[in-house]
Nanobody
Framework: QVQLVEAGGGLVQPGGSLTLSCVAS????????MGWFRQIPGQEREGVSW????????AYAPSVLGRFTIPKDLPTNTLYLRMNDLKPEDTAIYYC???????????????WGQGTQVTVSS
């Protein structure tokens, strides 16, 4: 079955960096668009970034553009989210997702990881 297992969350100070990882199994990793969503307390889940099947193209939400990147390592079936210059408003549960299309729409998500907490605070 499809499994997405995230790791790497934690507490970081404003301006700091953190890298999340997601190991995928149960499906051909190179045949799917992958992405990251997050849920800020009191808000709906929102798309952060997606990367193409090959990992060569990606897109970002305006709030993270220029600060986050989404490397996709095909040989190890691992998706990453590298987060730099973190802000308190980035505090959220971050989810690794499998997408059915090149979009950050919730409707395109067909598989979710369990989520990992990221807290940005001094």
């Amino acid at each position: 079955q499809v499994q997405l297992v995230e790791a790497g969350g934690g507490l970081v100070q404003p301006g700091g960096s953190l890298t999340l990882s997601c190991v995928a199994s149960g499906f051909p990793f190179d045949q799917y668009v992958m992405g990251w969503f997050r849920q800020i307390p009191g808000q709906e889940r929102e798309g952060v970034s997606w990367t193409a099947k090959s990992g060569l193209n990606s897109a970002y939400a305006p709030s993270v553009l220029g600060r986050f990147t989404i490397p996709k390592d095909l040989p190890t079936n691992t998706l990453y989210l590298r987060m730099n210059d973190l802000k308190p408003e980035d505090t959220a549960i971050y989810y690794c997702v499998r997408l059915t299309f090149y979009t950050l729409s919730l409707d395109a998500v067909d598989a979710w990881g369990q989520g990992t907490q990221v807290t940005v605070s001094s």
